[in-house]
């Protein structure tokens, strides 16, 4: 081959390996836009938090059982909003997770291939409504139908309504990814359990369930950090009032509703106010990072392998 059909050759190689290069380069400079967003999310929170404990004192901050950022005087006891958080969380997880898990049973083990797929994306599509639907949700049709029915003497706003939409916001979470989890159940375990003489819901309970623990947790743990998170169902359901109460009954403030309260308000950027909204933001980040810690540690303590 001649020196100019040699380099006529090498010349599409060449190409190629410049598309290569950038194309590598692109797909880093994706992932690291994505990793410093991160970085500068959390160095924020933890520049605002230490200048907010210049001035209030971590142990009043986490062990105070009062609240008062905007009425003197001031108190600044975060157990409050926690304690609201969670209580609205595990009311909803009290509701999504049970309705979840027989929703998932029920697609992946008794309804048919064509029903399966009506029904699935029809309930994925709750997950895309917008949470502040859901907070008029509450306060329309939730409260009044509780007022009316259950609990004549229940408020305008309370952690129970809030907890109720919540529930159902976070349903088709703990439903697909638990059916995903049924669903990965080799048939053979199925089959074997059924020719030993078990019935479909003995197979489901004693088989498929313990075998699909993995992801069921991790299913459930999620949805928990997403409710923990909620926002605009929570502000417009529970209300803004910051007061220790373990009455579901009781409006309340969460931490993203104060977030959200403060946010809107015109607290100057150097002022204590401001500060104390990214020491709220700060709890709660550590809250739903423990959370997705505590479900990557699930999953990988029960996870069962098939090969």
């Known amino acids: 081959m001649t020196t100019a059909g040699a380099t006529t050759a090498h010349r599409p190689a060449r190409r190629r390996s410049a598309r290569e ?22 160095l924020v929170l933890i520049f605002e938090t230490v200048a907010f404990f210049g001035e209030v004192s ?27 958080t969670l209580m609205i969380a595990l009311i909803a997880v009290l509701i999504a997770v049970p309705l979840g898990l027989l929703a998932a049973v029920w697609l992946a083990e008794y309804a048919s291939p064509r ?18 639907v859901y907070g008029f949700f509450a306060i329309t049709v939730v409260t009044p139908f509780l007022q009316s029915t259950i609990l004549p003497g229940l408020k305008g706003l309370s952690a129970l309504a809030a907890g109720i939409v919540v529930g159902i916001l976070i349903l088709p979470l703990v439903a697909s990814l638990s059916e995903d ?36 947790a991790a299913a459930v743990i999620l949805a928990l950090s997403r409710a ?53 933001g700060a709890t709660l980040f550590v809250i739903t990072l423990a959370l997705n810690i505590l479900s990557s540690w699930v999953v990988r303590r029960f996870r069962n392998s098939y090969e």
């Open 228 to 280: 923990v998170g909620e926002t605009m169902a929570v502000v417009l359901a529970a209300g803004t009032n910051p007061t220790l109460t373990f009455n579901p009954m009781d409006s309340v403030q969460t931490m993203t509703a104060f977030i959200v309260q403060t946010s809107l308000g015109d607290n100057p950027q150097d002022s204590l106010q401001f500060k104390a909204m990214f020491a709220v």
């Open 21 to 42: 290069t950038l194309i590598e380069a692109f797909l880093v400079a994706s992932a690291a836009v994505g990793i410093l967003t991160t970085v500068g999310i959390v």
């Open 115 to 132: 029903t399966r797929n009506i029904v699935k994306p029809v309930l994925e599509v709750l997950a895309g409504i917008p949470t502040i």
């Open 58 to 84: 971590p142990l009043d901050y986490f062990t105070g059982t009062r609240w008062s950022a905007n009425i003197q005087p001031y108190a600044f006891g975060v157990l409050p909003l926690v304690v609201s």
């Open 181 to 216: 989890a049924l669903r990965a159940v080799p048939r053979s375990l199925r089959e074997g359990s059924m020719g030993l003489g078990a019935t479909r819901f003995e197979t489901v309970r004693r088989v498929l369930f313990p075998a699909a623990l993995s992801g069921i």
